[in-house]
């Protein structure tokens, strides 16, 4: 009997810790990973949307990669570009890239490594769906 309840209290124990695990609070790269797919799909979207206005198709591209250092230079691009205000859709885009920018160089700047700093990698890519999903 003994044995059972240890046994039960580890059991208890475990399923304590991988609940608290579960729901820690996000990291500053998970974060920063998860904003830059949530991105790069919406601008995908955006960009094969039948209903599209034509000043998106002159949009810089927007393929996001946190590991390239060019990232950065590229949200601020895209931040910056001055047409289309007038598509909310591009003005939501453009909200969320200054976020990510804002969280890359503020917030997790001591967190971030960067792999790369090819800006070409960042014009060139294919995406695949594992990249965005």
Request: with cysteine.
């Amino acid at each position: 009997e003994l044995a059972t309840m240890k046994m039960l209290l580890s059991l208890i124990a475990l399923l304590s810790a991988a609940l608290l695990a579960y729901a820690a609070p996000p990291t500053c790269y998970s974060r920063v990973l998860s904003l830059s797919k949530e991105i790069t799909k919406s601008f995908k979207e955006l960009q094969t949307s039948k209903d599209v206005d034509p000043c998106v198709e002159t949009l810089p591209r927007l393929y996001l990669d946190i590991h390239n250092y060019c990232v950065l230079t590229k949200l601020r691009d895209f931040v910056a570009y001055p047409r289309c205000e007038r598509v909310i859709e591009v003005s939501d885009l453009k909200e969320k890239a200054r976020s990510l920018y804002t969280i890359m160089i503020s917030y997790c700047r001591r967190d971030l490594v960067f792999l790369t700093d090819d800006c070409s990698a960042l014009e060139n890519s294919v995406e695949t769906s594992d990249e965005i999903d």
